[in-house]
T-cell receptor, first 108, second 116 residues
Framework: SQQGEEDPQALSIQEGENATMNCSYKTSINNLQWYRQNSGRGLVHLILIRSNEREKHSGRLRVTLDTSKKSSSLLITASRAADTASYFC????????FGPGTRLSVLP | DAGVIQSPRHEVTEMGQEVTLRCKPISGHDYLFWYRQTMMRGLELLIYFNNNVPIDDSGMPEDRFSAKMPNASFSTLKIQPSEPRDSAVYFC??????????????FGEGSRLTVL
């Protein structure tokens, strides 16, 4: 399986600061995806980056992908209290396995 | 579209009882996934279907668990008999297929199961 493994497990920042989360995976992929989960809810797709892309932006989100290192990072700029959630990466190839996630707390 | 619909949202049952969780995927999606989420194990892929056919059930914990997809708009996950360690949130997700499939998953809100 091509598991995503997020780092750090938990992150606490002040509103307005940037939050960076990292993801590592094990084998070749078609794309890598980031998801967000608010407490008690299902996961919601945030952004997808293809294996031939190195960087992608969507609003306050920036994702990078380094296939040589089998790693990705998610940057949330100018964080808000509403960004408080768990964030998961999933490396998509033949199957879909999620890592343990990063719990982000944005303090007002 | 209403998204992926799961029922029940909450289920409390006693050990030994049968539990059936239900899922209606997004219309037109060819893939359906069942996940289990716990604090200890995180998100575990239990089984997934493609065009109603089970493709990989290697994540199903044991014979007490079974999943079916009788048609493109309905799937069930059954636990019989249930045990306290089955307590978790069970998610169903669907994904479009075909040549445009990027693997993006659309999740339901989950079914929280508590086995006493």
């Amino acid at each position: 399986s091509q598991q995503g493994e997020e780092d750090p497990q938990a992150l606490s920042i002040q509103e307005g600061e940037n939050a960076t989360m990292n993801c590592s995976y094990k084998t070749s992929i078609n794309n890598l995806q980031w998801y967000r989960q608010n407490s008690g809810r299902g996961l919601v797709h945030l952004i997808l980056i293809r294996s031939n892309e190195r960087e992608k932006h969507s609003g306050r989100l920036r994702v990078t992908l380094d296939t040589s290192k089998k790693s990705s990072s998610l940057l949330i700029t100018a964080s808000r209290a509403a960004d408080t959630a768990s964030y998961f990466c999933a490396a998509y190839g033949q199957n879909f396995v999620f890592g343990p996630g990063t719990r982000l707390s944005v303090l007002p | 579209d209403a998204g992926v619909i799961q029922s029940p949202r909450h289920e409390v049952t006693e050990m030994g009882q049968e539990v059936t969780l239900r899922c209606k995927p997004i219309s037109g999606h060819d893939y359906l996934f069942w996940y289990r989420q716990t604090m200890m194990r995180g998100l575990e892929l239990l089984i997934y279907f493609n065009n109603n056919v089970p493709i990989d059930d290697s994540g199903m914990p044991e014979d007490r668990f079974s999943a079916k997809m009788p048609n493109a708009s309905f799937s069930t996950l059954k636990i019989q008999p249930s045990e306290p360690r089955d307590s978790a949130v069970y998610f169903c997700a669907s994904s479009p297929g075909g040549g445009l499939n990027t693997g993006e998953l659309f999740f339901g809100e989950g079914s929280r199961l508590t086995v006493l």
